[in-house]
């Protein structure tokens, strides 16, 4: 806990005014995005159109308040009456806002029924534009949801054009808002941002209105949801500006929680990067965000501001269990409150979720777990009386969360299965997979391992499904990777390693047992290959989350490249658990994958590499370390004679955790370091970019760039690297093509123009850039300031789309920033968006002396008969390693990202 202690005393006046703060029980509506109109449909996800007959104003008041089954049972009615009456058009807009319904229901089929319905009714109907337009984004909305991207951009670029024709500027900037939405889910970021940076210039020209806040606000969570705080930032508090003009509690108080959730997110950021005092300004501001839109709304918005504090204060960022107990009972009073629907039934299960995680942390017997589920009642009483399946669903794995805790195993199970009965049949994989996981952790504590892999195997295998919205939809700040995902993969890693035999068990057993052992060796290759399967798959899974896309490329099998290509390669897969270190190795054409395991701690392992890094980066004697972690990971296997040099020349490794902070070459088996036995290089996992062998010399074509002093506003933190251009000059006397551009002549739009002209394989770039764990903290730098990564993927983008793909990307002068494992996934980001067979760059800074002998070592032997980028690498190290004996700080932190061959 001492850890978290200096976020917590700021924040105890904050916490005194919100906890005495007492408001009237109105309840106060989310402000509409567009003006409504007669039979006008709804522009955003969550909002039905007004209309005036009856049964849709009653289906309206359904669904604002989250009775989406009474909702649609009106608007059936409605649309019935309608089609009665020959009033076709009116009956079309009913069964759109009826497919709007649906959705909310989850109730796919029935959603494309009445989209179906609703365009068969227009046919050969003259139909207003504006009409067109408005099913149409109810069909985009129907697209986003069922996963499909491209088709609701497309759509919404219907709508779009529409809205131009007609001269609705607000309606066509919510179409382009909805675009942007479309184009994150494909992962293109630059066209996302490009597209909110337009839509924020014309807004600029229009004059100050609700409509206007309310877009800029929309504008503000986009920038949110796609990493850009600094713009969203600004975006949100021109939105408050306007509404405060405007005098608008309601659109105020929307724009406030907003801002208090973008404080948030930088609070957990600055906090991940150790930026504890920055964390603690954060977490003051988001609390007094909360606390202004408590003092301007109460109901929907009211609630929803409480419960994202109560979050805030249940958080082991912050740690406040006594203001959080304190103060939940405010929130269960303004709950009962409110009519019943969604708002109040997600109210109440988000409440209780905060509490069990207030328990699990802080060891309160306060509330006790019998309030906590009497909380779930009136929220599955209302789930039931509304025919919310969805919501049911949730209630109930809810409350199987709570017997859970306490060690009711068959209440908690029947609960679970009844919850994953309910969400998959509407598709609601969100919370599908945790009622999986949950099964499978409950079967677990059971002593039922293979019941508990086969729910585990589930939620895996939904998850994968799944992955890729909860990265690239992620504005709710309640998602957390490393909280939500990361441990279902590890879990299931576990339950398959643990009864698998390892190298050393296998062979310390009697004959007899080694009997019962062969014949269980078809079972444990299975769930050695599926625990392989798995940890490729988180790699590529953080690779994603970083990127807020799913990004990766076609690749090939590396078993494949090991068997049929490269058969003096081998590939080592490390895994940390809680309590050990498991290995599995792959040998050139062997079926059979070796598995070992050591009983080192994560926490052991951890704080051994930390001290290791450190004693690299510092310059001090580290080889006991090297020691130590070569143990760990090769000694079983040498020991063994599988890893003899004579047979294998290159090791190939897929690290975990902390292990991508230290340079395999840095390994040391008591008589050399690893890399004066073997050519090295790292990848992501089991799949690989087409490893192809590198060009000879004479196909090799090279773009470098140098910069000898940043930018004079980076000036304060990166200093000048006077060789860069010295460096430079050796790749030059290489005797290979190439171009450079060195200092004021690399820039952006000439690093561009260079790539578009020319099929380059190799690109070069000596200067300062850093590695961080996300993307906005990953660039390099040019004289006319940052690039950073999603850019360098906009630079690179006709380079991809090559006939002649680069081969490699080299970054000889950056570094990770602080020394997070997952600024290691910086590296793979720039070599994915380089569209780079490999990458080579440094691990932390390195002497650009040094850097010079480096480049002409590594330059001599790239493309050389006989010689991989690995072992090109291999030598230049060595070449180091000989001019700074004793000094691994220099030679060892290059290394290696993709094909090693």
Not at 114 to 135: D, K, S
Not at 607 to 630: C, H, I, K, P, W
Not at 728 to 749: C, G, H, S, V, W
Not at 772 to 789: P, V, Y
Request: charged share 20%.
């Amino acid at each position: 806990m001492g850890r978290f202690k200096h976020l917590q005393y700021g924040l105890l006046g904050l916490l005194t005014v919100l906890l005495c703060v007492a408001g009237r029980p109105a309840i106060a509506h989310f402000p509409t995005a567009i003006p409504t109109a007669t039979w006008s449909v709804a522009q955003e996800p969550g909002v039905l159109a007004q209309a005036v007959a009856s049964p849709e104003q009653q289906a309206q008041a359904a669904y604002d308040q989250g009775q989406y089954q009474a909702a649609a049972e009106w608007l059936q009615q409605a649309q019935q009456q309608y089609q009665t009456q020959g009033e076709t058009v009116r009956a079309a807009i009913a069964l759109s806002n009826l497919c709007l319904t649906y959705q909310q229901l989850g109730n796919w089929s029935a959603a494309e029924e009445a989209l179906t319905q609703a365009w068969n009714r227009l046919e050969n109907q003259r139909v207003p534009q504006g009409i067109q337009a408005q099913i149409l984004d109810v069909q985009g909305q129907l697209h986003f949801a069922r996963g499909e991207a491209a088709a609701a951009l497309t759509t919404w670029q219907q709508t779009a054009d529409l809205y131009t024709q007609l001269g609705d500027r607000p309606r066509q900037s919510l179409s382009r808002l909805h675009q942007a939405q479309a184009l994150q889910a494909q992962g293109l970021f630059q066209q996302v941002f490009r597209t909110l940076e337009d839509l924020a210039n014309d807004l600029a020209d229009e004059p100050d209105s609700a409509m206007k806040a309310t877009i800029l606000r929309q504008l503000g969570d986009s920038l949110r949801a796609t990493g850009h705080f600094a713009q969203a930032g600004e975006v949100l508090q021109d939105s408050f500006a306007i509404a405060e003009g405007l005098q608008n509690n309601s659109l105020m108080a929307a724009t406030a929680l907003s801002l208090g959730n973008l404080e948030q997110g930088k609070l957990t950021t600055a906090f991940e990067r150790k930026g504890r005092e920055l964390a603690q300004r954060h977490a003051q501001a988001s609390l007094r965000y909360y606390q202004q839109v408590v003092d301007l709304a109460e109901g929907e918005l009211g609630i929803q501001a409480r419960l994202n504090l109560m979050r805030l204060l249940t958080s082991p960022i912050v740690a406040q269990w006594d203001q959080a107990i304190a103060f939940y009972p405010t929130i269960q009073e303004r709950l009962a409150q409110l009519p019943p629907g969604r708002t109040a039934i997600y109210g109440y299960t988000g409440l209780a979720e905060n509490l069990i995680a207030l328990k699990q942390q802080s060891d309160r017997a306060e509330p006790s777990w019998a309030e906590v589920a009497e909380l779930l009642v009136p929220a599955q009483a209302q789930a039931e009386a509304l025919g919310d399946v969805r919501s049911q669903s949730l209630v109930l794995g809810t409350l199987g969360y709570v017997y859970e805790q306490t060690g009711q195993w068959d209440a908690a199970e029947a609960l679970s299965r009844r919850a994953l009965a309910l969400a998959q049949p509407i598709r609601a994989d969100d919370i599908s997979y945790r009622w999986q996981w949950q099964l499978g952790r409950m079967l677990k504590t059971q002593a039922q391992p293979d019941a508990a892999i086969s729910a585990y195997t589930n939620a895996f295998e939904t998850l994968k499904g799944l992955r890729s919205d909860l990265v690239t939809a992620n504005a709710d700040v309640q998602f957390s990777f490393r909280e939500s995902v990361e441990p279902v993969y590890r879990e299931l890693v576990d339950l398959l390693l643990a009864s698998v035999p390892d190298l050393q068990s296998e062979a310390q057993v009697s004959t007899q047992s080694k009997a019962q052992v062969n014949s269980n060796r078809d079972q444990n290759q299975v769930r050695l290959r599926q625990a392989r399967d798995v940890m490729e798959d988180l790699q590529v899974a953080e690779l994603e989350n970083f990127f807020q896309a799913a990004c990766i490329e076609k690749t090939v099998s590396i078993d494949q490249v090991v068997n049929e290509k490269d058969t003096t390669a081998a590939v080592v897969y490390a895994i940390l658990l809680e309590d050990r270190l498991e290995l599995v190795l792959k040998l050139p054409q062997q079926n059979d994958l070796v598995h070992y395991a050591a009983s080192a701690s994560r926490r052991t392992v951890d704080n051994t590499l930390r001290q290791f890094r450190m004693a690299l980066t510092s310059g001090v004697d580290a080889q006991a370390y090297g020691e130590q972690v070569y143990d760990w990971l090769l000694k079983p296997a040498a020991d063994q004679g599988l890893l003899s040099p004579d047979t294998i020349k290159t090791l190939i490794f897929v690290l975990d955790g902390d292990l991508r902070l230290i340079p395999m070459a840095t390994l040391h088996d008591g008589e050399d370091f690893l890399v004066q036995k073997y050519a090295l290089s790292l990848i992501l996992g089991l799949e690989v970019r087409d490893p192809q062998t590198l060009p000879t010399q004479d196909q090799l074509q090279v773009l470098a760039a140098s910069l000898t002093h940043p930018p004079a506003v980076e000036a304060r933190t990166y200093g000048p690297l006077p060789n860069v251009n010295i460096e430079l000059d050796k790749i030059a006397d290489a005797n290979l093509p190439t171009t450079l551009l060195k200092d004021q002549a690399f820039t952006r739009e000439a690093l561009n123009r260079q790539l578009s002209q020319t099929d380059y394989t190799i690109v070069h770039l000596a200067t300062h850039g850093q590695f961080g764990s996300d993307r906005q903290n990953t660039f390099i730098l040019a004289a006319d300031g940052r690039i950073n990564i999603d850019t360098l993927g906009q630079v690179f983008e006709s380079r991809r789309q090559a006939a002649i793909r680069l081969e490699m990307l080299i970054l000889s002068a950056c570094k990770t920033a602080t020394g997070d494992s997952r600024e290691v996934l910086g590296i793979a980001g720039a070599t994915v968006q380089a569209g780079a067979r490999s990458t080579i760059a440094t691990l932390w800074s390195v002497d650009d002396t040094a850097s010079v002998l480096f480049a002409e070592t590594l330059y001599a032997n790239l493309g050389k008969p006989g010689i991989s980028r690995a072992e090109a690498l291999r030598q230049a190290q060595v070449t180091l390693m000989e001019q700074y004996p004793g000094r691994p700080r220099y030679w060892a932190p290059y290394v290696l990202v993709g094909s090693w061959r």
